[in-house]
């Protein structure tokens, strides 16, 4: 029974490494820009090993280091990167149904490596998912964001200044790729999507609100109308 258990795991975490190893691949030049921004923030080494190491989250991570050189309060800052995030305790809800194979020890550890990536491989993954399927599809993205972070701090002098720019770029062209898919499949979030860019410029341009807590008020207005909307039907 042992070596059924031990043969079966080990085939789960080969399967985790070879599905989420294109991913971790995809996060290498985004990785690389975010060590370069970090590095030209101020921010030292092990401040940039730890964002990563700790947080885990790309977009949050740009964001909130151009909060931090705006000079936004610590608070304004966490809030913004906690409303950008809420979305992953959505996607692990919604995951929950096809983990009946999961430790529930291991949930805290597999919600801590879920990312938009790792939440697309699981939910089109069609058999129950196990530990350590669900801990490899996350780790491996993880190592390689971590690492290649630490690598774009540590060769921000080296790389030139055009291949410098094409890598920030790769941020852009991520969010365009994880955009259209759901575009493509859903109006309303088109809809809401232009609603919070329209109160967001509104925000901005009145400059009513300090840098930072004008994102957290678009997210808050725009998600508030966006739900009175879909609830009464309008879109």
Same mark, same amino acid.
Request: aromatic share 10%; glycine share 8%; charged share 15%.
């Given at each position: !029974?042992?070596?059924?258990?031990?043969?079966?795991?080990?085939?789960?975490?080969?399967?985790?490494?070879?599905?989420?190893?294109?991913?971790?691949?995809?996060?290498?030049?985004?990785?690389?820009?975010?060590?370069?921004?970090?590095?030209?923030?101020?921010?030292?080494l092990l401040?940039?090993?730890?964002?990563?190491?700790?947080?885990?989250?790309?977009?949050?991570?740009? !964001?909130?280091?151009?909060?931090?050189?705006?000079?936004?309060?610590?608070?304004?800052?966490?809030?913004?990167?906690?409303?950008?995030?809420?979305?992953?305790?959505?996607?692990?809800?919604?995951?929950?149904?096809?983990?009946?194979?999961?430790?529930?020890?291991?949930?805290?550890?597999?919600?801590?490596?879920?990312?938009?990536?790792?939440?697309?491989?699981?939910?089109?993954?069609?058999?129950?998912?196990?530990?350590?399927?669900?801990?490899?599809?996350?780790?491996?993205?993880?190592?390689?964001?971590?690492?290649?972070?630490?690598?774009?701090?540590?060769?921000?002098?080296?790389?030139?200044?055009?291949?410098? !720019?094409?890598?920030?770029?790769?941020?852009?062209a991520m969010?365009?790729?994880?955009?259209?898919?759901?575009?493509?499949?859903?109006?309303?979030?088109?809809?809401?999507?232009?609603?919070?860019?329209?109160?967001?410029?509104?925000?901005?341009?009145?400059?009513?609100?300090?840098?930072?807590?004008?994102?957290?008020?678009?997210?808050?207005?725009?998600?508030?109308?966006?739900?009175?909307?879909?609830?009464?039907?309008?879109?």
């Amino acid at each position: !029974m042992n070596r059924v258990r031990e043969k079966n795991t080990t085939k789960d975490i080969k399967k985790g490494i070879a599905i989420s190893l294109p991913v971790g691949i995809g996060y290498i030049s985004i990785a690389i820009a975010f060590g370069l921004l970090a590095r030209n923030s101020g921010l030292t080494l092990l401040d940039t090993f730890l964002f990563s190491a700790m947080v885990f989250a790309g977009a949050s991570q740009f !964001m909130a280091i151009e909060l931090i050189v705006a000079g936004v309060p610590t608070l304004g800052i966490a809030i913004s990167v906690f409303l950008i995030n809420l979305r992953l305790l959505v996607m692990a809800t919604s995951l929950g149904v096809k983990m009946e194979r999961v430790n529930k020890k291991s949930i805290p550890l597999i919600g801590f490596l879920l990312t938009d990536e790792s939440f697309s491989v699981l939910s089109f993954t069609k058999d129950k998912i196990s530990t350590a399927y669900a801990i490899f599809v996350g780790l491996i993205p993880y190592l390689f964001w971590v690492g290649f972070t630490v690598i774009g701090y540590l060769v921000g002098d080296i790389l030139p200044e055009k291949l410098k !720019m094409s890598l920030e770029i790769g941020l852009t062209a991520m969010f365009i790729a994880l955009l259209i898919p759901s575009v493509k499949r859903n109006l309303k979030g088109i809809v809401v999507s232009l609603i919070a860019a329209f109160i967001y410029i509104i925000i901005f341009y009145l400059n009513i609100l300090p840098t930072g807590w004008d994102i957290v008020v678009g997210i808050l207005l725009s998600t508030l109308i966006g739900y009175i909307l879909i609830r009464k039907g309008t879109i």
